[in-house]
């Protein structure tokens, strides 16, 4: 045999750090916790998680992060036993947050014995001590989180599980998956998958654990008190639940609390948390069946606001799309706005742009030009894209469509937009002879409605006319008219001496104004 009580003892004691339940699986160590804050609130991190241990907790909280971050921790559990854990996390513009990190749980000094027995076995003939041994168990991971809306960040995590003891080696391949939902300002939860793959090599035939875990966290008075709440289920392992909280007395100064129970309280934690500018310095406490346990964070802060920055560059993104979409360039517009969407994804006013302009181009994909036409269309798509006016873009596009009868694409476009803003009476191609344009068509339903007694509809198809042609003597006469044989009289007058402002020389309406007066 090759191992003393002490191996026993250490054995045990990890068990217990990592909660007893899961103890005795491979990469236990890694359900123990990373970083003095979080560890100060009983590990309850997993949605609270908004700094670069998050690598550790959930990489989907690395969304959280603002500026790049390093952080060093390191845990002395009994005598010559340590835990470290070193993490970078670096915020991109457009590319979400990745991080690196290391978790380490060493313990040295192990004695090392060989026993000689007697061929019978009941009888121990020399015992011989061959020094001393160390026993390490190392995690190397590369993390990554990425908002997939305002509300929803995605996170995938790789690591690389290695453990030597003595002679023996082993490690294991894994990935684990989280994703958290920012519900409100006050209120987020985190779902996750621990080992949802994983590959094991070296003198083993152990396999990692498959983990399940949810987690809540609670903000409240503008994020000086925290409160987070954590449930893990490892398979063939007793349920794991932590809670803990955060208040930040002053803008520098925290205090923490938690508990770690599996499924009775296996950990009382409390911790202190100090900034200073770019500095912060986390103690954390644990006190357990074993005695205590101290852990040191130190955590430094780097570069600009990634959110500032990130901010700046899909407004600039967003100012390249407006030029190409305002000069009819359609199709650049839409490449523009979805490298803006891709960098920005939660942005809700970018993707209803997206969403209008591509449902536009898929009938006109650009209108580039200075003529009448072509002008008109960039005109009527630019009002439907921004959607504060769905009736001016009908107009406009009715216009452009008087000025080209012909064009298919065009009349698709404008009685989609019409289906949009309500409009109960779709254009149509001009039914009389060739030349008949949109308004030659309006005026003749116009008159053809006041033959048929529906003054109504009469006087809706001058507005229609009247909408792109104020000025349209014919529909101004046909309202009147309309005013007229309604018997409102006085309305039929308004618009007859608004003809005869436009045409004195309107020889009808100036009889037709005689008959009212």
């Known amino acids: 045999m090759r191992f003393s009580p002490a191996m026993g003892l250490f054995i045990a004691f990890s068990a ?7 103890g005795g699986q491979p990469g236990a160590f890694m359900s123990y916790g990373a970083g003095a804050r979080g560890l100060g609130m009983g590990g309850a991190f997993f949605a609270v998680a908004d700094d670069a241990s998050a ?4 990489p989907a909280a690395l969304t959280l992060l603002e500026r790049k971050e390093f952080t060093a921790m390191q845990a002395t559990l009994f005598a010559q036993t340590t835990l470290n854990f070193f993490t970078y996390a670096h915020p991109t513009t457009t590319k979400g947050t990745w991080a690196v990190s290391m978790t380490q749980l060493q313990s040295t000094g192990f004695e090392k014995v060989s026993i000689t027995a007697n061929p019978a076995g009941d009888e121990i003939v020399d015992i011989k001590n061959l020094g001393t041994f160390n026993s390490s168990e190392r995690a190397l991971a590369f993390s990554w989180g990425r908002d997939v809306s305002d509300k929803l960040a995605f996170g995938v995590m790789i690591k690389n599980i290695s453990r030597v003891m003595d002679t023996s080696a082993d490690s294991f391949n894994s990935i684990d998956i989280a994703m958290l939902n920012k519900f409100s300002k006050t209120y987020r939860a985190a779902v996750g998958i621990q080992n949802v793959f994983s590959m094991a090599s070296g003198d083993t035939e152990d396999k990692l654990p498959l983990t399940l875990k949810f ?5 409240l008075f503008k994020g000086s008190l925290v409160f987070g709440f954590d449930i893990a ?4 392992a007793a349920t ?6 955060e208040y930040w007395l002053m803008y520098w100064s925290a205090l923490r609390f938690g508990v770690m129970g599996a499924p009775g309280i296996q950990e009382a934690d409390f911790g202190l948390g100090i900034k200073y500018k770019d500095l912060g310095l986390d103690v954390a406490q644990g006190v357990h069946a074993l005695g205590t346990t101290t852990r040191v964070s130190l955590t430094l802060r780097m570069g600009q606001s990634n959110k500032s920055k990130h901010d700046r560059e899909v407004r600039d993104i967003i100012r390249q799309a407006l030029q190409y979409f305002k000069s009819g360039y359609f199709t650049r517009a839409m490449e523009k706005l979805r490298a803006a969407m891709d960098a920005d994804p939660g942005n809700a006013e970018i993707r209803r742009m997206v969403t209008r302009l591509q449902a536009a181009i898929d009938y006109v994909p650009d209108a580039t030009g200075g003529e009448e036409v072509p002008t008109l269309t960039r005109r009527g798509i630019i009002a439907y894209v921004d959607g504060k006016d ?3 873009s009908v107009n406009i596009l009715r216009h452009a469509f008087n000025k080209d009868p012909k064009n298919d694409r065009l009349l698709s476009l404008l009685n989609m937009v019409e289906k949009e803003a309500g409009v109960s009476e779709l254009t149509r191609k001009p039914e009389g002879p060739e030349i008949f344009t949109y308004i030659d068509q309006r005026t003749y339903d116009a008159r053809q409605a006041i033959y048929d007694g529906k003054y109504d509809l009469a006087m809706k198809r001058a507005q229609d006319i009247l909408d792109l042609e104020p000025n349209n003597e014919t529909a101004l006469e046909i309202m009147g008219s309309s005013f007229y044989l309604m018997d409102q009289k006085e309305k039929a007058k308004v618009i007859w001496e608004k003809v005869l402002e436009i045409n004195p020389n309107n020889a009808m309406v100036k009889n037709f104004l005689r008959q009212v007066r």
């Open 16 to 22: 217990s750090l990592a909660l007893a339940q899961s």
């Open 55 to 58: 690598s550790y907790w959930n």
């Open 215 to 219: 987690g809540q966290a609670l903000s």
């Open 233 to 236: 289920k490892p398979q063939s």
């Open 240 to 245: 794991q639940w932590r809670f803990g909280g």
């Open 390 to 392: 769905l009736r001016s």
